[in-house]
């Protein structure tokens, strides 16, 4: 059984896109004949909608416990009936036209008491905080206003509903300019964690005046981060930070990269939600964040990966072996993507975005008057060649000094973020070996020059490949770490880390640090700074 949200003009389909690729789809006869996974379907029920009480919860929150009752002209004369939406009938059609049905509103004996009541109750929720006599007052003029002009009941409140919900103080969060006050404060917190407006728990506590007590604060944080709610922060927070709201900014190119699929798009978020998620319950320490002897994948990431031994599309964590070239979020394959341009790999934005997003060390814009370099799809040359007579320029040398070693280390990986040894090409090469890939995807590629993931740090500290340059970055494990502080400050309090925060930023660090330098315990040390309470 499968509970799901359909909206307007939304259906059900079954997606086969996790089974394993067969050729007796095209054998009439054959499918009995076939050993492997499969589908089978005896029949499929729709039933809906499904609530748990009646009137539902959305209703009851703009009307309460009103009776419904279908609406009379002849009992209201003068007076309009709400608008509908017109749903056509099960068997409705030419010859059988949708019969006319009655409409069903809430019915008020003491339309402008009830308003009152209604708008006492609502107002609060929608503004999260108390709400003062004036304010209350102009909506409930709206509600007057349209009860005269011969609107019913139910469409006054509507229009004062919707007046209230087109106001600043629902559209904004509203925070003083010196120390939060509770209910700001329950508000930072709620969309921090859940991307919306505080629960009752949590509203109760602000009310209460005991929100800011530690035990309190951080009690809420955990209850919080418990709720199945608090998905919709690590989904954002990732979206915004790694930018995985670009995954599909680029269409990888099919004769280069036919194995790629939008399902093994869909399990690269997974996997980096999946993986983060994992971090922040386990209150993994931040070199996680580029290394890790374990990755979450499915099947079909897994193969991706060349990994063994994983069936389903669930994610789950697989340990990894001794010689794979994974771990961290440094190497998953929807942040290689991101930083590839669907065709070819470069190494200069994707060591630009390790500096910026993991090191917290983001590099110059380049000077407007040097050409970008472009990457030679032929495989004539490598994008390290290209990229050595680019360094022969001094401007160019001191920033690329940086940006490089990053960069040289994920050439590793393509731009799907397979890994290779060699670059794939549609010009010069050797012919790659037939199933190669899948022993169903036709090859249209070859295998150009060897890659170079070898390079030097700043420090002079070198590495021959890929793993030991995540070994030499989570080393600074401190530094990944403050880089996630001054990421959460940004993205819980919606404004830039400024120098005067920088102490507080350093003592949140170190305070994590004296406790094990956990991501999670990171957050509880973030919440209860003066950062993000204000004091």
């Keep these: 059984e499968l509970h799901v949200w359909l909206n307007h003009n939304e259906i059900i389909g079954f997606n086969t896109a996790s089974l394993a690729p067969t050729a007796n789809y095209a054998r009439p006869g054959r499918a009995m004949a076939f050993t492997g996974p499969g589908i089978a ?117 509507r229009a004062a509903y919707r007046a209230a919900m087109c106001a600043p103080d629902f559209l904004y969060h509203i925070e003083p300019s010196a120390r939060l006050d509770d209910y700001a404060l329950a508000c930072r917190l709620s969309y921090f964690l859940w991307n919306s407006l505080p629960d009752q728990q949590l509203t109760a506590h602000a009310a209460a005046g005991d929100l800011r007590r530690p035990e309190t604060l951080h009690g809420e944080v955990e209850r919080l981060l418990a ?67 374990f990755v979450m994948v499915n099947q ?10 994983v069936s389903g599309a669930a994610m789950r964590p697989v340990t990894l ?49 040097v050409a970008a370099i472009e990457p030679d799809v032929r495989g ?74 070898s390079g030097e740090l700043p420090d002079g500290r070198e590495f021959a490949e890929v793993r030991e340059y995540q070994t030499l970055v989570a080393k600074d494990a401190t530094k990944l770490l403050r880089n996630l502080a001054r990421q959460w400050a940004v993205y819980s309090t919606g404004r830039a880390v400024r120098f005067a925060d920088r102490p507080r930023i350093e003592q949140v660090v170190q305070r994590t640090l004296s406790q094990g330098g956990g991501v999670r315990t990171l957050l509880h040390e973030l919440v209860g700074s003066p950062l993000f309470t204000g004091d």
């Design 41 to 157: 379907v005896d029949w499929l029920d729709i039933e809906g909608p499904l609530h748990e009480v009646w009137p539902p919860r959305g209703h009851r929150l703009l009307f309460g416990d009103l009776p419904l009752t279908e609406f009379d002209a002849n009992e209201q004369p003068g007076v309009r009936a709400p608008r509908r939406v017109r749903v056509r009938q099960l068997g409705a059609g030419m010859n059988r036209p949708d019969p006319e049905p009655g409409v069903w509103t809430v019915r008020s004996e003491s339309e402008l008491e009830d308003a009152d009541r209604l708008l006492t109750g609502f107002l609060p929720k929608l503004f999260r905080r108390p709400v003062d006599e004036s304010v209350r007052q102009q909506y409930r003029e709206i509600v007057a206003e349209r009860l005269a002009a011969g609107d019913c009941f139910e469409s006054a409140m």
């Design 227 to 293: 709720d199945p709610r608090s998905q919709r922060f690590v989904d954002d927070f990732l979206g915004q930070w790694l930018k995985l709201r670009q995954i599909a900014a680029t269409d990888p190119d099919r004769k280069l990269y036919p194995e790629f699929s939008p399902y093994l798009q869909d399990s690269m978020l997974a996997e980096s939600r999946a993986y983060f998620r994992k971090m922040l319950d386990g209150d993994l320490d931040a070199s996680y964040l580029v290394k890790s002897p």
């Design 300 to 309: 079909k990431l897994a193969t991706h990966y060349g990994i063994d031994g």
């Design 321 to 369: 072996p001794a010689d794979c070239p994974r771990g961290g979020i440094l190497t998953q394959a929807a942040i290689l993507k991101i930083t590839a341009n669907g065709t070819t790999t470069s190494p200069v934005p994707r060591g630009a975005f390790v500096m910026e997003r993991l090191l917290g060390e983001p590099p110059d814009l380049p000077p407007s008057n």
């Design 380 to 453: 004539a040359t490598t994008i390290r060649e290209q990229l050595a007579k680019h360094r022969e320029d001094a401007i160019c040398a001191t920033c690329h000094r940086r940006i490089d070693p990053p960069g040289f280390a994920l050439e590793a990986f393509d731009v799907i973020g397979g890994f290779r040894n060699r670059y794939r090409s549609i010009g010069e090469g050797d012919a790659a070996p037939r199933g190669s890939i899948d022993p169903f995807i036709p090859i249209g590629f070859k295998l150009g020059p060897a890659v170079d993931a």
